[in-house]
C-alpha cells in the first residue's frame, strides 16, 4: 500500500525489503517523510504546515467533535465501507476521529506531528480508539501510497495552503482506484443570514470588533514590512476535478442547529495563539507585543463586551461534491 521514501518501490511499513530502509514510529505516528514542516521560501512548491499553529487551530474546542463534521464523517464512512480511507492533511482528526468512531479504515497523513498528536487526543477524551487509524506525517504534495489503491479520500481545508494545489489533486487521483471517491466538502451560503433579529446587534457588533482586531494587527505588521500569507485561496477546486475526474455527484445535508460562537473561546484564543495560516511568518515576539498593543485598543474601546459578546448563527447546511476517479 505504501511507497518507500528510500527507494520509492511498493513496501510495507516499517521495513522496506527492497533497500532496508526502515520508517520510524514517533509515538504512534509513521515518520514517511523527512519533507520540512513549513515552505514559505526557495523555488520549488510552498505550503503552510501547521506545526506552530496547532494548538490553537481549534481555539478552544479543539476535543470537540462538531456535529458538523459527524455528519461528513457518516457520509464519507457509508462510501467507504469496507474500503480504505485516505485522510490527506488531516490535521487534529476533526474527520479522521468521527470516521474511527464509525470503524472506518483510514489513512490519515499530515506534515504536522504537533495536529496528530492532538488528533490522538482527541480521540482519547472521546474513547474512540485509533486501532483502524494509520496515522503517518505525510506530504500532500508527494503522497507515499502505491497508485490505484485508496477507496476514498478527502483533503479538507488544506488546498488554500498550498501553492500548488493541482498537484495535490493530481496526487489524489493517482493513489484512488478507480471508481475511488475524492470527497469535498464547502459550506452552502446564506443560512447564517437568516439568524434572528434579537441577535442581529450583537452580531453586528462581533463582526466590527474581529475585523477591527485583524485589521489593526495587520496594519501595525504591515509597517514593519510584515505581511499575511496566502497560496491559493482563490483556487477553482471544482473546475480543476470536474476536467480530471470521470463524474461528480453532489448532495446537501441539511442544517438548521443554532450555535454562539463566543468570541473569548474562538476567534480570540486562535488569533493570539497565531493560529491562522496567515500568520504563519510572524516572529512570536513581535505577535505577542503587536497582540497586546491590539488588545489594549479593543478593550479602550469595547471594555468589558469582549469578554461576552459572540456571534449568533444557525449553521450551515453542508454541500458534499463527490468526485468519483
Ligand atoms: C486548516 S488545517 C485542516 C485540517 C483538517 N483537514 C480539518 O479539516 O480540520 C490544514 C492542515 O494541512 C496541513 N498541511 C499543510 N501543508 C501540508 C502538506 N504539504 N502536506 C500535508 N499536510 C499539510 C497542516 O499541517 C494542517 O494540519
Ligand atoms: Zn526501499
Known amino acids: 500500500m505504501f511507497i518507500c521514501p528510500g527507494c520509492r518501490k511498493k513496501f510495507m511499513i516499517p521495513i522496506c525489503e527492497n533497500c532496508g530502509n526502515t520508517v520510524e ?3 504512534g505516528i509513521w515518520q514517511l517523510t523527512d519533507a520540512p514542516d513549513i515552505v514559505t521560501t526557495g523555488e520549488g512548491d510552498k505550503y503552510i504546515g501547521y506545526e506552530h499553529i496547532g494548538g490553537a487551530f481549534s481555539g478552544n474546542r479543539k476535543y470537540l467533535i462538531d456535529e458538523g463534521d459527524t455528519l461528513f464523517a457518516e457520509y464519507i464512512s457509508k462510501i467507504t465501507g469496507d474500503g480504505v480511507f485516505l485522510d490527506l492533511a488531516c490535521g487534529d482528526g476533526c474527520l479522521t476521529v468521527p470516521c474511527a468512531k464509525n470503524g472506518t479504515k483510514i489513512i490519515a497523513g499530515d506534515i504536522s506531528n504537533t495536529m496528530m498528536t492532538i488528533l490522538q487526543k482527541r ?11 494509520t496515522l503517518c506525517r505525510m506530504n500532500a504534495l508527494d503522497v507515499l501510497i502505491e497508485d490505484n489503491s485508496i477507496d476514498s479520500a478527502v483533503a479538507n481545508s488544506v488546498l488554500h495552503l498550498i501553492s500548488n494545489p493541482e498537484k495535490v489533486i493530481g496526487e489524489i487521483y493517482r493513489v484512488l ?11 452552502a451560503p446564506g443560512k447564517t443570514a437568516k439568524t434572528g433579529e434579537e441577535f442581529a446587534d450583537e452580531n453586528t457588533a462581533f463582526i466590527q470588533i474581529t475585523n477591527e482586531i485583524y485589521a489593526s494587527y495587520w496594519t501595525k505588521l504591515n509597517s514593519v514590512g510584515i505581511t499575511a500569507k496566502k497560496y491559493s485561496w482563490k483556487f477553482d477546486r471544482d473546475t480543476a476535478c470536474r476536467s480530471l475526474f470521470s463524474t461528480v455527484e453532489t448532495k446537501r445535508i441539511e442544517r438548521n442547529k443554532p450555535f454562539f460562537n463566543k468570541l473569548t473561546d474562538t476567534f480570540l484564543p486562535r488569533f493570539s495563539g497565531k493560529g491562522f495560516s496567515d500568520q504563519v511568518d510572524v516572529p512570536d515576539d513581535l505577535h505577542k507585543t503587536v497582540m497586546e498593543e491590539v488588545m489594549i485598543e479593543m478593550r479602550g474601546k469595547y471594555g468589558e463586551l469582549i469578554d461576552t459578546i459572540g456571534y449568533h448563527g444557525v449553521e450551515n447546511d453542508i454541500l458534499i461534491f463527490d468526485y468519483v476517479k
Open 177 to 187: 482506484k478507480p471508481g475511488g471517491h475524492f470527497i469535498c466538502k464547502d459550506d
Open 25 to 27: 514510529n514517533q509515538n
Open 123 to 133: 480521540a482519547g477524551k472521546n474513547g474512540i480508539s485509533l486501532q483502524n487509524v
